[in-house]
């Protein structure tokens, strides 16, 4: 890959604050975020539970649940011509980006599939909201090709479901005429195609992602699927656009660990396929080893280091990262854990949020927040210790 | 390539046969049913409309005697005060039942659909308001609540059935509330929306399919629930008026003549028994039918 596009930036996120407005108090999740995604990198985001690497996830895709409030901060993303505030566009517009350009991965596949829908009807969601017109094209060349062959009378219907997804394709909103013309029964017939183009569409995505037997899958619903498969139809979903960022909220958490290591080889090579991004979201070291290029470590809201992930595991700097890094269970050591406990939110430690655990709080860490530091290139570290 | 032999939705349908096939009592429900619909379909052949009778729901005076006259053939279950003839009127009070039941239970399925939808969806401020409406409804007690609206309303069909939709749709509000409450907590919704789906077809395709079964099951069990309210405030006075094919007004009708006198006290046990049975067994099959949909349709029910 060339140099230019390697380093260009895709996602910049600045100076996120989310806060959510719970009956205890507001708990500060994200508070003062900065992130920058490369162009076909992974970057693995890792922390404990409840350190805010899922709502920063959340926070790009714009999704946020309620009580949680984006407060201020950028979110920007570069778009072929352009750069785009995330956090300033329209709903409607949002939702064409979200799937088409970001779409993520969720930790539970079973979850995050609907149970009373199929595979097919589920990935092929996705397509027809985002790629009705390239299957209504292909639809149409095939129609092109029946109408030569065909004799008068079927040329004649032919001709008329030519006319039908001409204007689907053309129509981007819903259409009242159309969603009409799908209800009436005979004459909605005319779906078929559509339908065999989309099946077509999902075998060859659930062949990508190396399901074995992708037709049988088809027809199945999310409960006859084991977690491994369906965590492959929900990456099939989540690709199904070619999304240029993917969003992977721990999606082998909850699997065990041979399919753990199968999905984790299965998304590093769809992303050397796909030259996409990949936001990595995990608490587990190994994994970070194995797949990110750079890695970001949260603690309490905010990302204390950013660096490579040779580095991190080499010369971990802040000293949440050392202690987090000497806590990983090994062979013939004595366990070391992290003393005390993670901080609540809602009342977060002033100062640096790390300071009642760190071995190496110094006075000032409890009066102000620490600076992000440039250390080496590349390699930020928000800690007192490391003060220019 | 190996292709399915059977769709999904044949397979769901085969699957609802055999579940139905287990248990005889939905199956009474559905025949108790499927009969009552047969009787309002075939009223004018099962009890022929008398002549010079312009309105068939308005029964004919067979003469003027106040005292019920008992089954005889022509009058296959009797006649009650007045001279109406109870046969007629049960049959026909079929069509009125329906009618009370479906439409009172359409429109309370359609506001409290919309009412638990948004409150449910989009909580918040309209939640709030949404909600203390529907609390000040249940605040009063459903049946006279119900008689205090037709009473503004002037007495007839049409204001018993606007009255129980005004007091039936809270209930329905708050548990397609609660269902979506608990469903869009679910990943899945989450998925969706990171698709770029739009919160109308988050709320119809992902949401609502997966909260409405409840409510299906608490329609069906309350289209006969209905039918006792519409036949109570029948019975009391503020339904159609006097002579009006619907079985609260027959029994209505036979208030007068449950006893008859010390030597034969049940003496005009027709006048009430016919619509009573009308009116129980409609209640018990629609009872059973909503037992029989909720084997059907709850998924934490079914065992594969």
């Known amino acids: 890959m060339e140099k230019t596009i390697e380093s260009r930036e895709l996602l910049d996120v600045k100076d996120l604050y989310v806060n959510f407005y719970t009956y205890a108090g507001v708990v500060e999740a994200i508070d003062g975020v900065n992130l920058l995604l490369k162009q076909g990198e992974t970057l693995g985001l890792v922390g404990e539970t409840g350190c805010g690497k899922s709502v920063t996830s959340l926070s790009i895709i714009v999704l946020v649940p309620p009580p949680g409030v984006i407060e201020k901060g950028d979110i920007l993303l570069q778009m072929e011509d352009r750069t785009i505030n995330l956090l300033k566009q329209k709903d409607r517009a949002l939702m064409k980006i979200r799937g088409e350009d970001i779409s993520m991965v969720f930790q539970d596949p079973r979850g995050a599939l609907n149970p009373v829908y199929t595979v097919t009807q589920q990935v092929g969601e996705a397509l027809l909201l985002h790629r009705k017109e390239e299957l209504c094209r292909r639809v149409l060349q095939e129609l092109e090709r029946d109408i030569s062959e065909a004799n008068t009378f079927k040329r004649f219907i032919y001709k008329c479901e030519k006319k039908i997804y001409e204007k689907m394709m053309n129509t981007r909103e819903r259409s009242a005429s159309l969603s009409a013309l799908s209800k009436i029964p005979f004459v909605n017939r005319y779906q078929g195609r559509l339908r065999n183009e989309i099946r077509k569409e999902v075998v060859r995505l659930l062949k990508t992602m190396r399901i074995a037997d992708p037709e049988r899958v088809l027809d199945m619903y999310p409960h006859e699927l084991s977690g491994g498969m369906a965590q492959r139809v929900v990456i099939a979903m989540a690709l199904s656009c070619d999304p240029r960022l993917l969003l992977a909220d721990e999606p082998t958490t909850n699997l065990d660990v041979t399919i753990q290591a199968q999905i984790l080889l299965l998304i590093k090579e769809l992303k050397e396929q796909m030259e996409s991004t990949i936001l990595y979201v995990t608490h587990d070291l190994g994994v970070v080893a194995e797949i990110c290029d750079r890695v970001a470590v949260m603690y309490g809201g905010n990302v204390v280091e950013i660096t490579d992930t040779f580095t991190i595991f080499k010369k971990p700097s802040h000293p949440y990262t050392q202690d987090l890094l000497e806590a990983i269970p090994r062979p013939g050591k004595e366990f070391k854990s992290i003393r005390g406990e993670v901080p609540g939110l809602i009342n977060p430690p002033k100062g640096c949020r790390y300071h009642p655990r760190c071995s190496k709080a110094m006075p000032i860490c409890a009066l102000s927040k620490p600076q992000v530091t440039q250390i080496e290139k590349g390699h930020f570290v928000m800690c007192h210790l490391y003060k220019t | ?304």
């Open chain 2, 1 to 304: 390539m190996k292709a399915r032999t059977e769709s999904p939705t044949i397979k769901e349908l085969k699957f609802i046969l055999t579940r139905i096939k287990k248990s005889p009592l939905s199956i009474i429900g559905i025949v108790v049913i499927a009969f009552f619909a047969a009787v309002a379909l075939l009223c004018p052949i099962l009890a022929p409309v008398p002549e010079g009778q312009e309105d068939p729901y308005v029964l004919t005076h067979f003469g003027w005697t106040s005292e019920p006259q008992p089954p005889s053939p022509e009058h296959l279950f009797g006649t009650a005060q007045w001279q109406y003839d109870i046969f007629y009127g049960c049959i026909w009070g079929t069509r009125t039942a329906f009618r009370i039941g479906i439409i009172v239970v359409a429109g309370n399925l359609i506001i409290g659909l919309i009412v638990g939808t948004l409150a449910g969806y989009y909580s918040g401020v309209i939640d709030e308001l949404l909600m203390r409406l529907t609390d000040i409804i249940w605040a009063f007690p459903g049946l006279l609540l119900a008689m205090a609206f037709v009473s503004v309303m002037g007495p007839s069909l049409d204001s018993i059935v606007l009255a129980l939709i005004l007091v039936g749709w809270p209930s329905y509000a708050r548990v397609i509330r609660s269902e979506i409450l608990r469903v869009k907590q679910e990943d899945y919704v989450e998925a969706a929306k990171a698709i770029g789906c739009s919160d109308l077809r988050v709320i119809t395709r992902h949401i609502l399919i997966n909260s409405i079964y409840p409510i299906i099951i608490m329609a069906s069990l309350d289209t006969g629930a209905i039918v006792l309210s519409a036949a109570a405030l029948s019975f009391l006075g503020l339904g159609p008026p006097t002579g009006y094919a619907d079985w609260g007004q027959m029994i209505s009708l036979s208030r007068g003549f449950i006893y008859k006198n010390a030597q034969d006290p049940l003496g005009y046990w027709f006048t009430w028994t016919y619509p009573g049975i009308f009116i129980f067994t409609f209640v018990l099959g629609w009872n059973l039918l909503g037992d029989a949909f909720r084997d059907i349709l709850d998924p934490t029910l079914r065992r594969r």
